[in-house]
């Protein structure tokens, strides 16, 4: 069973790109923080679908990604 995590629209939240990320184009993402969930989408399309993760889901992906 999947849980059900409801979230505001991805229009109604604050976006962000990591400090890390340039104005030079290539592959940078966005990232908005709800209560329920942490948000990831596309910087470059923001009309993509975006990725819905729970915080202890985003917790696990940046230990992965960072290499911990």
């Not at 890390?20 to 596309?42: H, M």
Request: proline share 4%; with cysteine; hydrophobic share 30%.
């Amino acid at each position: 069973m999947k849980p059900d995590v409801r979230v505001q629209s991805p229009a109604d939240n604050s976006w962000f790109k990591s400090s890390y990320s340039s104005n030079e184009g290539g592959e940078c993402v966005e990232v908005s923080i709800t209560e329920q969930a942490i948000l990831v989408r596309d910087s470059k399309d923001t009309s993509l679908p975006h990725l819905t993760l729970t915080r202890a889901g985003w917790t696990h992906f940046v230990r992965y990604a960072g290499g911990a």
